[in-house]
């Protein structure tokens, strides 16, 4: 295959028929916002100071109603009022867990609904967001991988998963005090919930620059990571345009396994994927890459797998998350046992990597890793129809 050669899914970001009326502010650039103040008829040498303003209003102060941006005169908020929204997805059902974790079902454009996920921790709150309607990737142990495809998301709709999660949590500042890093409830992104992030690399990007921005949201970069499963000629574009942390699916350490459990392997197999990842800390001066790998029990999670995925690590400034699996109905695997687990992670471990174990979070609302999986969207298949696709 030409390396060149765009990476494209026969998926639509958008609906075929745009919905008529007013155009909805979330999800534009800055450039983007100017050229929309501008064709409503905001002069050019004001436009640029404007969007600093609406900026400010809706992604820092969380601000949904132009009548309230004091700032702006009372006939310009009008005109806004007339020709804009700020409008972000609805939360259809909100679930608690034992834990304190909070998923989300949120609908979008079209009545397509995705799911969102808060875990809570000592140190930080991170929000588990998702990039497209179900998943092109079918990984086997994965449930949301049973969903078919839908469409991709926009970077409204990604963005906006951010901000219905801050509504939840009440952290929006009052407007004209600051929000600082250190006493956040949501203060990190992980792009790990529905979807393949770089199969719908420009919105996931848009989306993140927004959450980025000094005077929106302002996520540092490096409490952004992105999940992929290995769509290899979009590493090295998330690296120079996102330059967020990445993290990797690993799950395999030999082609036959990973082909098995991460089918996406047998267009770009381990070999190709972890010369991508060694050039990817350098470039986007990232610490390190983190190695997601769930433990199956009699599939991945023996010694020789440990020591196999040491050797093809080598030279990598890396971390491995060992992922318990979190269980669905029909699954064809079984979770390794706690003893396997801890085994496994000494190996990781005196070969001088970090090797936490995931604690599973959100179990009791299938919230966990893998879990999520819209009902609206959901493809019914059997426990036999899944372990046949996996090979099994």
Not at 29 to 43: K, N, V
Not at 67 to 82: P, V, W
Not at 278 to 304: C, H, Q, W
Request: aromatic share 6%; charged share 25%.
């Amino acid at each position: 295959m030409d390396a060149k050669a765009p990476i494209t899914q026969d998926v639509l970001t958008i609906p075929r028929k745009l919905p008529e009326g007013p155009q909805n502010l979330i999800g534009l650039s800055r450039d983007q916002m100017r050229e929309a103040l501008i064709a409503a008829g905001t002069a050019e040498k004001q436009a640029k100071m404007r969007v600093g303003q609406i900026w400010q209003w809706i992604y820092h102060w969380g601000v949904r109603d132009f009548a309230e941006m004091t700032n702006l005169s009372k006939d310009y908020r009008t005109m806004l009022a007339d020709t804009f929204v700020i409008a972000l997805p609805e939360v259809v059902t909100r679930q608690v867990s034992d834990d304190g974790t909070r998923k989300y079902l949120v609908r979008i454009a079209g009545g397509h609904e995705v799911e969102v996920v808060y875990i809570p921790e000592t140190d930080r709150g991170t929000l588990c967001i998702s990039s497209q309607v179900g998943c092109t990737l079918t990984c086997s142990f994965c449930h949301t991988g049973t969903q078919k495809l839908v469409r991709n998301l926009t970077a409204a709709e990604i963005v906006g998963q951010v901000m219905v999660a801050r509504d939840d949590l009440d952290e929006w500042p009052e407007p004209g005090t600051r929000n600082t890093q250190e006493a956040r409830l949501l203060s990190n992104i992980v792009l790990m919930g529905m979807g393949e992030p770089l199969y719908n690399f420009e919105n996931v990007r848009d989306a993140m620059k927004i959450a980025m921005d000094p005077e929106g949201i302002s996520l540092s970069r490096r409490r952004i990571t992105l999940s992929t499963s290995g769509v290899v000629p979009e590493i090295a574009r998330t690296a120079q345009e996102i330059g967020c942390q990445l993290a990797v699916s690993f799950h395999g350490t030999t082609d036959e396994v990973r082909d098995r459990l991460v089918p996406i392997n047998k267009r770009w197999p381990i070999a190709d994927l972890l010369d991508a990842l060694r050039a990817y800390p350098k470039v986007s001066n990232s610490e390190r890459i983190t190695f997601e790998y769930v433990m199956l029990d009699g599939v991945n999670d023996s010694d020789e797998d440990a020591r196999r995925l040491i050797k093809l690590i080598d030279g990598i400034p890396a971390k491995i998350n060992l992922i318990p699996f979190n269980e669905w109905p029909g699954a064809p695997y079984k979770r390794s046992s706690n003893n396997r687990i801890r085994a496994f992670a000494e190996i990781i471990y005196q070969a001088g990597y970090a090797s936490p174990v995931r604690k599973p979070r959100g179990e009791d609302i299938m919230a966990a890793c893998g879990q999520l999986k819209s009902a609206t969207e959901r493809a019914r298949k059997s426990k036999a129809q899944i372990a046949q696709e996996a090979g099994l």
